[in-house]
């Protein structure tokens, strides 16, 4: 399975942008996937997650403001960014443990990786 991110961009602070994940070759009926962000000089980080079931996980750091959510018609994993600060300025991942019906949120164990969409927060 192939992940394509999209959705990134420009949003001023208090703005709102939503990231989707577009699975190729595949489906995410059997897998988690989860949105990953990294700022220059930083670690990459866990943003949100969603498993097969539909249950989400949501950083603290993000929690009441972003919301992971996927169409299995569509066969994507989009998340909806609110209230927008310049702290979530990054580059963000989408991605999938190989392994069906595992979820974690160690992004080392997340093997299948889409390129990363570009969010930038002014203030």
């Known amino acids: 399975v192939q992940l394509q991110a999209s959705g990134g961009g420009l949003a001023q602070a208090g703005g709102s942008l939503r990231l989707s994940c577009a699975a190729s070759?595949?489906?995410?009926?059997?897998?988690?996937v989860g949105w990953f962000r990294q700022s220059p000089g930083e670690e990459r980080e866990f943003v949100a997650a969603i498993t097969w079931t539909g249950r989400t996980d949501h950083a603290d750091s993000v929690k009441g403001r972003f919301t992971i959510y996927k169409d299995n018609v569509k066969n994507t994993v989009s998340l909806q960014m609110n209230n927008l600060k310049p702290e979530d300025t990054a580059l963000y991942y989408c991605?999938?443990?190989?392994?069906?019906?595992?979820?974690?949120?160690?992004?080392?164990?997340?093997?299948?990786w889409g390129q990363g969409t570009l969010v930038t927060v002014s203030s």
């Open positions: 070759g595949g489906t995410f009926s059997s897998n988690a």
């Open positions: 991605a999938a443990p190989t392994r069906r019906y595992y979820y974690t949120r160690d992004l080392n164990l997340f093997d299948n």
